[in-house]
């Protein structure tokens, strides 16, 4: 039990640190377009890189979970709530699935 909570407070302290440092470091504005447009786009492409690849293995087949990824990004770029975007893919998968166990 006392080496969860080790464990548990090297992280707190390991993902503090990530986080305080470069506040600490940084004083005043940043004034380099392409370190800002970095420092922007980090957030983007490191959820992307984590639930892309959650996305595609989560159902039984690929093609089921290409059809939901799509209808997701569909009904997002039309500028649906994430609750709709959300209910619209899990349909999608849903009735994919169907079809596939209703055709093989």
């Known amino acids: 039990m006392n080496d969860i ?29 392409f370190v800002r447009s ?10 992307s890189a984590m639930t892309i690849p959650s996305i595609l ?13 799509a209808v997701a990004v569909i009904v997002a770029w039309f500028g649906r709530s994430l609750l709709t975007v959300a209910l619209s893919a ?5 009735a994919c699935e169907i079809v596939m166990m209703l055709i093989g």
């Open 5 to 33: 909570l080790l464990y548990i407070l090297i992280m707190a302290g390991v993902t503090y640190l990530i986080r305080m440092i470069p506040l600490a470091l940084v004083k005043g504005k940043i004034e380099s377009r």
């Open 90 to 94: 899990c349909g999608a998968v849903l």
């Open 38 to 47: 970095f420092i922007y786009y980090v957030p983007y492409a490191v959820l």
């Open 57 to 69: 293995y989560s159902t039984d087949g690929i093609l089921s979970a290409v059809v939901g990824l």
